[in-house]
């Protein structure tokens, strides 16, 4: 074996037979060093890994032919390259042509800075990441790393996007909807159990006359076919007495995070805005509340976020910021602010304000009505959660008001055959026990 120095970029959550050819390619070139992708780095372009840098680093140093396993911020690591000018970088050759070939031309680009080189070892087919991903879905979840998975991302995405789920269909869709583009994939981070839809869906309006215990037997069939995070729309959280059980509650059963809006009397759902009676709680009430809380809670990843009504009563942005703060200091993890102005000016007011106040405080959009802002922008702004509240039950209903109507006006179903998804894939889309 030479002296020269081998490069090798991995994710190292789950190893298979693939890496470890990878590995022992690598080192019939020299000593091998890897470059194993921080959290930050995977979510980029990936789900999530299931264990931490550190668990995988343990792993990835033990494995036969690895000398060094040095982190990796990013899907080139340029940074690595330069600092250790490897003479190889050894990859699979799927990233030839997969969505990763920007980051082979890119590692071309840096080793020819001195001389070195990249090699395509041929790819493993059959079994590989994405094959273990699904796998592990199938697997299921605790409610132990439902919880902390919220936590996780905050730590290490920069903007988290969260999708309404009111059933366990809109669950599963929710959990395997995914699309590759040239940056990697996009898929839902997390879900949100919404006070809106799950009333709706149960004929009922908006006006917490869903108790507790029945949203938990809707979200009940949502945890039982899905992994990813779940953060519950709380309402106004009751009474102070009645909110620590609401966490308790939540938390057992791998809710990561709770979020309670700041309103007092009969909640009416924000978007009417000021078309009814908005009225606010007094400021150190809701802080109570958000202590009584904290403290209630028994883990230690839990989030309560305070949800700022202020703009949606007709308000001002600077009461909604002397609001946050008083809810940040009485223990909020998060704060979330909403507002039915389309402009969205409101919205990016308060968050470039609240950003210069708090960096580091994650903050939740809720973009509604001002929907012709994409991710990208509001995250500009500081926002890092950006939860779709409504949309999967405002897409199911007129799709089945149509094929009522048609199912009506022809007096038989044959017209609304294309309305509908054929019996043999909803025959396979819940898959039996094998
Ligand atoms: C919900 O989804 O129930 C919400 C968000 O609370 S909103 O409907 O916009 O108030
Ligand atoms: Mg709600």
């Known amino acids: 074996m030479s002296g020269d120095l081998v490069y090798v970029t991995m994710v190292g959550d789950v190893v298979h037979p693939g890496n470890l050819n990878i590995i022992s390619e690598a080192s019939k070139r020299g000593e091998v060093m890897v470059g194993l992708l921080t959290d930050k780095a995977i979510v980029m372009r990936e789900h999530p890994p299931y264990l931490d840098y550190e668990k995988r680093e343990i792993i990835i140093r033990n494995i036969k032919g690895v000398s060094k396993v040095v982190p990796q911020d990013d899907w080139c690591g340029e940074d690595n390259l330069r600092r250790y000018r490897p003479r190889y970088v050894v990859h699979g050759d799927d990233w030839v042509s997969n969505s990763l070939s920007t980051v082979r031309a890119r590692t071309i680009e840096v080793l020819a800075e001195w001389g070195g080189e990249v090699v395509d070892i041929p790819y493993t087919h059959g079994i590989n990441a ?13 409610p132990e790393l439902r919880l902390i998975a919220l936590r996780r991302l905050v730590e290490s995405k920069p903007l988290i996007r969260v999708m309404e789920v009111h059933s366990g269909i809109s669950g599963l869709i929710v959990e395997h909807a995914e699309i590759e583009k040239e940056d990697g994939l996009h898929y839902f981070d997390a879900m949100w159990s919404s006070s809106l839809t799950d009333s709706t869906s149960k004929g009922k309006p908006d006006i917490e006359a869903v108790d507790l215990t029945t949203r938990m037997q809707n979200l009940s069939n949502i945890l039982e076919c899905t992994t990813k995070p ?67 809670q028994i883990t230690k990843e839990f989030m309560i976020i305070a949800r700022l009504e202020s703009l949606i009563a007709g308000h001002s942005v ?17 704060i979330m602010i ?38 990208s922008e509001l995250a500009e702004w500081g926002a890092n959660i950006v939860i779709y509240a409504n949309h999967m039950l405002r897409a199911a209903y007129p799709a089945m008001v149509k094929v009522a109507n048609c199912i009506l006006e022809n007096e038989r179903s044959l017209e609304a055959n294309d309305l509908c998804m054929p019996i043999k894939d909803i025959l396979g889309l819940i898959p039996e026990p094998r």
């Not at 994405?130 to 605790?142: D, I, K, L, P, Y």
């Not at 057992?252 to 309670?260: D, Y």
């Not at 960096?359 to 009505?369: A, G, S, W």
Request: charged content about 30%.
């Open 130 to 142: 994405s094959v273990v991903n699904t796998a592990r879905r199938e697997f299921g979840t605790t």
């Open 230 to 296: 779940i953060i519950y729309d709380g309402d106004t959280g009751g009474k102070p007495e009645h909110f620590v059980f609401t966490v308790r509650t939540l938390e057992r059963n791998g809710i990561s995070a709770v979020i309670i809006e700041d309103k007092v009397g009969l909640k009416r759902n924000s978007l009417y805005g000021t078309s009814v009676e908005q009225t606010l709680a007094p400021v150190q009430d809701f802080c109570d509340k958000i202590h009584a809380g904290k403290a209630a």
């Open 318 to 334: 600077d009461e909604a910021m002397e609001r946050a703060r008083a809810y940040i200091s009485a223990g909020a993890d998060g």
């Open 338 to 375: 909403h507002s039915k102005e389309k402009s969205g000016r409101d919205i990016k007011e308060f968050c470039q304000k609240f950003r210069l106040e708090y960096p580091k405080v994650p903050l939740v959009l809720v973009p509604t009505t001002y929907n012709q802002y994409k991710e």
